[in-house]
C-alpha cells in the first residue's frame, strides 16, 4: 500500500502561481510513476503531467510550457510548480503513484482556483 498527502491548493488570481507537493509513504520501493490529474466540475479526471522513476515526464498539451513536474526521491515527494494559471486550470488536484505492477494509488485532492 501506498499512501499520498497533498498540500499546496488554494485561490490564486489569473497569471499566478502554486506549487503542489504530494508525500508519498508506505511500499513506495515499487513505484514507478508519479503524477498529477484534475478533475473540474462535470468534466472526467485529465491527466496533467506525471514523472516517470528515471525522471523522464510528460504533460497536457494545456499545461505544457506553464506547468513542471519534478520529483525529489530522498524526500518521496513530487511537486507541481504551476505558473501563468488561467481560470480553466480550476479543479481538483488529484496526485497519483503507480507501481510495477500497474495498481494506482490516490492523494484525498487538493482544490485549486483561479479567479479573480
Known amino acids: 500500500q501506498v499512501q499520498l498527502v497533498e498540500s499546496g491548493g488554494g485561490l490564486v488570481q489569473p497569471g499566478g502561481s502554486l506549487r503542489l507537493s504530494c508525500a508519498a509513504s508506505?511500499?513506495?520501493?515499487?513505484?514507478?510513476?508519479m503524477g498529477w490529474y484534475r478533475q473540474a466540475p462535470g468534466k472526467q479526471r485529465e491527466l496533467v503531467a506525471r514523472?516517470?522513476?528515471?525522471?523522464?515526464?510528460n504533460y497536457a498539451r494545456s499545461v505544457k510550457g506553464r506547468f513542471t513536474i519534478s520529483r525529489d526521491n530522498a524526500k518521496n515527494t513530487v511537486y507541481l510548480q504551476m505558473n501563468s494559471l488561467k481560470p480553466e486550470d480550476t479543479a481538483v488536484y488529484y496526485c497519483?503513484?503507480?507501481?510495477?505492477?500497474?495498481?494506482?494509488?490516490w492523494g484525498q485532492g487538493t482544490q485549486v482556483t483561479v479567479s479573480s
Open positions: 514523472i516517470f522513476s528515471g525522471a523522464s515526464t
Open positions: 497519483n503513484a503507480q507501481n510495477y505492477s500497474l495498481e494506482d494509488y
Open positions: 508506505g511500499s513506495i520501493f515499487n513505484i514507478n510513476t
